[in-house]
């Protein structure tokens, strides 16, 4: 399975960015989307999940201000960021966990990363 991230760039503090990742390849059940990041001289973190047929989750430093969406038609999971903040710069990664439908084999997938930086 693979992902295409797209939607980073530079904003201004305060500003807003929404971010999409699409899947694309075999047929398969999605049990988790996912969107995380890197920044400069960290680790990488967990932003914001989505598991299936339940409530997303979010990191602390985001609550109110990100939102994680699915979108199962398309197999799209995008992330809405409102009132960025400088610290929100980071590469953003989308993640979606799942099995192929096919072979019942499990798969964790990444996407390519996107840049998001935020600056006056």
């Known amino acids: 399975v693979q992902l295409q991230a797209s939607g980073g760039g530079l904003v201004q503090p305060g500003g807003s960015l929404r971010l999409s990742c699409k899947a694309s390849?075999?047929?398969?059940?999605?049990?988790?989307m996912g969107w995380y990041r890197r920044a400069p001289g960290k680790q990488r973190e967990l932003v914001a999940t989505m598991p299936r047929g339940g409530r997303p989750n979010y990191v602390d430093s985001v609550k109110g201000r990100f939102t994680i969406s699915r979108d199962s038609v398309k197999n799209t999971v995008d992330l809405q960021m409102s009132s960025l903040l400088p610290e929100d710069t980071a590469v953003y990664y989308c993640?979606?966990?799942?099995?192929?439908?096919?072979?019942?084999?499990?798969?964790?997938?990444w996407g390519q990363g996107t840049l998001v930086t935020v600056s006056s």
């Open positions: 993640n979606i966990k799942g099995v192929i439908v096919a072979t019942l084999r499990p798969f964790d997938s």
């Open positions: 390849g075999s047929t398969f059940n999605i049990n988790s």
